[in-house]
């Protein structure tokens, strides 16, 4: 890599960085390029040469529709990153917040489910989606203001009072998504 290369490559990191801060901080995604989330991740493992089969499975909604197309840019980092969603941040964030993170409202059984990772694995997959090509910045913008401004709510919602989501894009907490981008970045090669 060529000193230009390298600066180049830092640059890019450091205009990552920010906006994953502008997520936390104010809850906005601002304008950026596909490309440049690509060439980013790649730096962490991603690899983006995928197969048809892959490319069709990023473009589509549920985190199960969407596991053929993670293990193909990820590897087994997707498994490491989902265990790392359930075992690590959710009892972490949770035992900090003093309340359990809301679940889905399924309208099929009149019920809320048990699951408090569906937002989580579905921002890391739409992040993947983005980069690879397979869904468009406005769609991307709008999904994930949404999960933020849903997660500022139940943060902001009065613990005594259920939380009740009835709504797709499930909620992320406003600090998921700085972490989430740190346990990428652990991955540096």
Do not use: C
Request: hydrophobic fraction near 35%; avoid cysteine.
């Amino acid at each position: 890599m060529t000193e230009q290369e390298a600066v180049s490559s830092e640059q890019r990191l450091v205009r990552m960085d920010s906006w994953f801060d502008k997520f936390k901080v104010e809850g906005k995604v601002d304008q950026t390029e596909p490309q440049l989330v690509r060439d980013v991740l790649e730096k962490f493992g991603a690899n983006f040469e995928i197969s048809q089969e892959a490319r069709i499975s990023l473009g589509r909604y549920s985190n199960l529709a969407k596991k053929i197309g993670l293990q193909e840019v990820w590897g087994q980092k997707a498994d490491e990153f989902k265990g790392w969603v359930k075992n690590e941040y959710i009892p972490q964030y949770e035992a900090n917040e003093g309340r359990e993170l809301p679940t889905l409202y399924d309208p099929k059984t009149g019920l809320m489910d048990n699951i408090k990772h569906s937002g989580m694995m579905q921002f890391f997959g739409e992040l993947t989606s983005f980069a690879a090509g397979e869904m468009s910045f406005a769609k991307y913008k709008r999904i994930t203001e949404h999960r933020l401004d849903r997660g500022r709510r139940w943060k902001n919602n009065d613990p005594e009072n259920p939380f009740v989501v009835h709504e797709k894009n499930a909620p992320v907490p406003p600090e998921y998504p700085l972490a989430a981008w740190q346990k990428i970045k652990s991955w540096k090669s």
